[in-house]
């Protein structure tokens, strides 16, 4: 009995052999289709210390620190190649400093000269989109010590490859902002959203690298709070059986794996007898029988008696055949006259006849 196996083309063929017979019943074949649903990665919040800027501080009513905990005071390096200053720290503004409610615990960071940055434990992966917020905002009393709105940055940066950034411009042109250079028209006291997005890919410039923050601001005084950066990767889309059409299943009738379409073991494929002309007496004129009387020794196994032509004491001449197409099997029969040709045949028989009996007279 031949063993069933599964293809590994998709495709089953169940099948079960009849006890005792010699047959396969054939229940069914049809494709199995595995559907593997994968669920898109969910968007994160990246880990950020301190990033509310409160961290394990406790201050008065417009205190401050020269250092912010969780970040790391970078002075800006001058066009000239010279070192700025660092000027940068946590503050806790009187109310009167802003108009707008600050967070819940009342702390910013401030920046007066160079950046506060933080190197993140995540790194830049590819296909995701990142988003980083950050609440920028002036105080109300900002002319006392400035006569313009500092330039600031926010940026985001695997390893040494900046990736994206947003600047004071880009704020102004996003919340229709009057000239930075006119402070008695600026919203000062107010906090605005700082957005960036970048989406990375497979060929981005920094992936596996490290994320870093950079806040920054070109004078006195940019109040920095609230950090956070969400990464939300690309979903990819579900994979689908293949659209091409299905492998049909092998089309021989059964998978019986004998290919003969007839249990007979015999390879010969029909027990008719020999394509002799046909199975009438031989036509021929010749008056003798054939001598031997024994069948023929053919091979095959044919049931049917020796095909040749029985002996025939008769001796004259076997009837013409009949002038309708013969039914005989060969493949090369005998060919008919035309009826126009008969009747042809026919008057000159009868002009013979008519002459030879003329000249008898």
């Known amino acids: 009995m031949p063993a069933f196996t599964l293809q590994r083309n998709n495709f089953y063929s169940m099948g079960a052999i009849a006890n005792n017979f010699p047959k396969v019943l054939v ?18 919040q990246l880990t950020i210390q301190n990033a509310s800027f409160d961290q394990g ?8 620190t020269t250092s912010v905990s969780g970040w790391t005071q970078e002075a800006q390096t ?7 200053q660092i000027s940068s720290g946590i503050y806790r503004p009187a109310s009167s400093r802003f108009d707008a409610p600050l967070s819940p615990d009342g702390y910013v960071t401030y920046v007066n000269a160079g950046f506060i940055s933080q190197q993140l434990t995540d790194t830049l992966a590819p296909d995701t989109n990142y ?26 940066y695997a390893g040494v490859q900046l990736l994206e950034e947003d600047t004071l411009a880009e704020l102004i042109a996003r919340n229709s902002l009057s000239s930075p250079n006119n402070l008695a028209s600026f919203p000062l006291g107010q906090f605005f959203d700082s957005t960036l997005t970048f989406t990375s890919t497979s060929s981005t410039l ?30 990819t889309p579900t994979p689908s059986p293949d659209p091409s059409p299905a492998p049909s299943p092998d089309p021989s009738p059964s998978p ?27 036509p021929s004129p010749s008056p003798s029988p054939d001598p031997s ?13 020796d095909p040749s032509p029985s002996p025939s004491p008769d001796p004259s001449p076997a009837p013409s055949p009949d002038p309708s197409p013969s039914p005989s099997p060969d493949p090369d029969p005998v060919s008919v006259p035309e009826p126009s040709s008969v009747l042809g045949l026919l008057m000159l028989s009868t002009m013979g006849a008519k002459f030879w009996l003329k000249r008898r007279q």
């Open 27 to 44: 229940l069914s074949a049809f494709p199995v289709i595995s559907t593997i649903t994968i669920q898109p990665a969910q968007a994160a």
């Open 57 to 64: 501080i406790t201050l008065p009513s417009d205190g401050f």
């Open 78 to 84: 001058n066009p000239d190649g010279t070192i700025g």
């Open 131 to 156: 988003t980083l917020n950050v609440d920028v905002g002036w105080r109300n009393d900002l002319g006392g010590f400035a006569s313009t709105i500092p330039n600031f940055t926010v940026q985001l």
């Open 206 to 235: 920094g992936l596996g690298e490290r994320l870093t923050i950079r806040l920054f601001s070109a004078g006195a005084q940019t109040n920095f709070d609230n950090v956070s950066l969400l990464a939300d990767p690309i979903a």
């Open 256 to 282: 019986n794996p004998d290919p003969s379409p007839s249990p007979n073991p015999d390879p010969s494929p029909s027990p008719s007898p020999d394509p002799s002309p046909s199975p009438s007496p031989d």
């Open 293 to 305: 009387p024994s069948p023929s020794p053919d091979p095959s196994p044919s049931p049917s008696p």
